[in-house]
């Protein structure tokens, strides 16, 4: 008999990095993901691939899309034009939602940079919504992780990277490595309670992400 998948919501599942996230976990003997969407034309193309799919817009409020979730990974983001509602705001609500339903882990999508925005000017609002959304999910007192990678190329997956707490260097990291890097860490057992940077590097991600602490 085999046993029940664990519930997996994920948030920007429309996105490019989202996208791939929800295949892998769609292919995974663990994680069954349920797509979080706005529109219907959206919901339509998820459940063509027999993936499950809730409407919510994380403008308004979410807390229906968390029942009966198990895990949530938060891979959505405005793109730079809404930044303080989506990459901010909506993932408040999220994690708000995520602890009152009592979901066992959240994964944040983060960004390199976003513990120092002010050092970044083009980006500095985008950062800053990142970080204030880090802070929030830190203090929620939910398990989480908060992966933070560099600049996301739509390149191949290399299936390894580079991992520190903080990287000194700039860098890319293609977001297919990141989508694997985000599934790893749904393991309980997977730096739990950690905030961390990755680029492409020489590390197999799952021994990076499963290897000694830093």
Known sequence: MSKE??????????GTTGNIVVDLLQG????EPIAMVRKEEQKKN?????????????????????????KIIFAAGSGGENVKDIDQEGAKKLTEAGKMQGVKKFVMLSSMGADEPERHVKLKDYLEAKRNADEYLRGSELPYTIVRPGSLTND?????????????????????DVARALVTVLDNDVRTGETFEI??????????LRGERF
């Open 28 to 31: 995974s003997d663990n994680y």
């Open 46 to 70: 998820f459940e063509k691939k027999n993936i499950k799919t809730v409407m919510a817009d994380l403008k308004d409020d979410v807390r229906h899309a968390v029942k009966g979730i198990d």
């Open 156 to 176: 191949d997956a290399s299936g390894q990277i580079k991992l520190e707490t903080k990287i000194a260097e700039k860098g890319k990291i293609p977001r297919a």
């Open 5 to 14: 998948k664990q519930k997996i919501l994920v948030a920007g599942a429309t």
């Open 199 to 208: 680029l492409q590097g020489n590390t197999p991600i799952e021994k990076a």
